[in-house]
């Protein structure tokens, strides 16, 4: 079973390891952080936002909450450990966000962004119920990359 744990500046160096190379990095991030790669300095921006850990046992994953509008809540900074991918732990881990958005805040509508390269990261989001609601283009080391912002529909 997942739980939730608040984020502690001391987890940067572990989100950091399971950012195993430039792609990962800039589908988990769109590069809000810095370019790649990036230090436990530029992650310290992290400190600032709603972030949680997500554990079984251990901690397996990562995600931040913030709220864009008023009753509006975006997850963000998605991520997995490598050795937890393909488990269904992802849906398990945007549960847990859902749950608790829904148990602390008066809320209309739970949104999230993702790339249309990141087909495992898409597929887990619509298994747990997001549709696509709008497209953009993001520009990602002078490449355009193709993405999609998502809405849980109930």
């Avoid at 190379?21 to 230090?39: F, H, N, Q, R, V």
């Avoid at 805040?105 to 999230?112: A, D």
């Avoid at 990261?121 to 080391?141: D, M, P, T």
Wanted: charged share 30%; glycine share 8%; net charge neutral.
């Amino acid at each position: 079973m997942l739980s939730l744990r608040r984020y502690e500046e001391k987890d940067g160096e572990t989100i950091l390891s399971w950012i195993q190379d430039e792609d990962t990095y800039y589908k988990w991030s769109a590069g809000i952080l810095g370019t790649y790669p990036i230090t436990l300095n530029h992650f310290k921006k992290i400190n600032d936002m709603e972030a949680f850990m997500v554990i079984e046992e251990k901690e397996i994953g990562f995600f931040t909450i913030r709220s864009p509008e008023k009753n509006v809540y975006r997850i963000g900074f998605v991520i997995l450990d490598p050795k937890a991918r393909g488990k269904g732990l992802g849906a398990g881990l945007i549960k847990c966000a859902i749950q608790y958005i829904k148990t602390h805040y008066p809320v209309e509508r739970i949104t999230l962004g993702v790339f249309l390269n990141n087909e495992r990261a898409l597929r887990c989001y619509q298994k747990v119920g997001f549709k696509e609601i709008s497209k953009k283009e993001v520009n990602i080391n002078n490449l355009i990359w193709q993405g999609i912002d998502m809405e849980l529909s109930e």
